[in-house]
Nanobody, 116 residues
Framework: QVQLVESGGGSVQAGGSLRLSCAAS????????MGWYRQPPGKQREWIAA???????NYVDAVRGRFSISRDNAKNTVYLQMNSLKPEDTAVYYC??????????WGQGTQVTVSS
C-alpha cells in the first residue's frame, strides 16, 4: 500500500518560513520523481515544485527563489522549504509521486496559513 504522509504545516506570519516533509512508503522512492502541489481556498489545485530521481528541480514562477524542494532517498522523504512566505501562499499543500508526466499518488495534504 502506497502512502505519502505530509507534515510540517501550520500558521506563520508573512515573511516567515516553514519546512514541509513527506514520508513515502510502498513505492520505490529513489527512482520516483516527486513533487508538491497546493490548493488555495476557493481555487484549483496547482503544481508548484518537482524533483527528479536524479535531483533536478523545477518550480512555478510564483515560488521560484523562495521555495526549495529536496529529497533524502535514505529516509524516503521529500521536503519543501518555504521562505519569505506571503498570505497568498495560504493553501493545502499536497505531496505527489509521479509516473512519467502524471501524478500517480497523492498525500492527504497539510494546511499552511500565512497571516499578514
Amino acid at each position: 500500500q502506497v502512502q505519502l504522509v505530509e507534515s510540517g504545516g501550520g500558521s506563520v506570519q508573512a515573511g516567515g518560513s516553514l519546512r514541509l516533509s513527506c514520508a513515502a512508503s510502498g513505492i520505490a522512492f529513489s527512482v520516483n520523481d516527486m513533487g508538491w502541489y497546493r490548493q488555495p481556498p476557493g481555487k484549483q489545485r496547482e503544481w508548484i515544485a518537482a524533483i527528479t530521481s536524479g535531483g533536478l528541480t523545477n518550480y512555478v514562477d510564483a515560488v521560484r527563489g523562495r521555495f526549495s524542494i529536496s529529497r533524502d532517498n535514505a529516509k524516503n522523504t521529500v521536503y519543501l522549504q518555504m521562505n519569505s512566505l506571503k498570505p497568498e501562499d495560504t493553501a493545502v499543500y499536497y505531496c505527489t509521486a509521479f509516473k512519467g508526466p502524471r501524478v500517480s499518488y497523492w498525500g492527504q495534504g497539510t494546511q499552511v496559513t500565512v497571516s499578514s
